[in-house]
């Protein structure tokens, strides 16, 4: 079995989180814009068991994680682009 070395399995790993965020992400903005508000009939309006309070509320949180990606990713740019060049070409320039 091949190993594989540090800096590819931190790469391999922040590609996952990357997508994991994104899908997060994409749900969290579309259940923030598009569950109406208000409340229907004189109750609380429910969606997947939480009310639209209670989504907004964890829906600012996750403003908050995406500004805080935003900058991580800002602050590893160098590195990010570096290792995906050695990955697509194969080469070692960048490792230490």
């Not at 800096?7 to 259940?31: E, P």
């Not at 598009?34 to 609380?44: D, H, Y």
């Not at 995406?66 to 070409?89: D, E, G, P, Q, R």
Request: glycine share 4%; proline share 2%; net charge positive.
């Amino acid at each position: 079995m091949a190993s594989i070395n540090r800096s590819k399995l931190n790469f391999i790993v922040d590609l996952a989180i990357l997508f994991l965020f994104l899908v997060v992400a994409f749900t969290g903005f579309y259940m923030y814009i598009f569950i109406p508000s208000g409340v229907p009939q004189g109750r609380n309006q429910i969606y997947m068991g939480l009310t639209k309070a209670t989504w907004t509320m964890i829906n600012r949180v996750s403003i908050i994680l995406t500004i805080a990606v935003l900058v991580h990713t800002l602050l590893h740019y160098k590195w990010l682009s570096c290792m995906t060049s050695n990955l697509l070409t194969n080469s070692k320039e960048c490792e230490k």
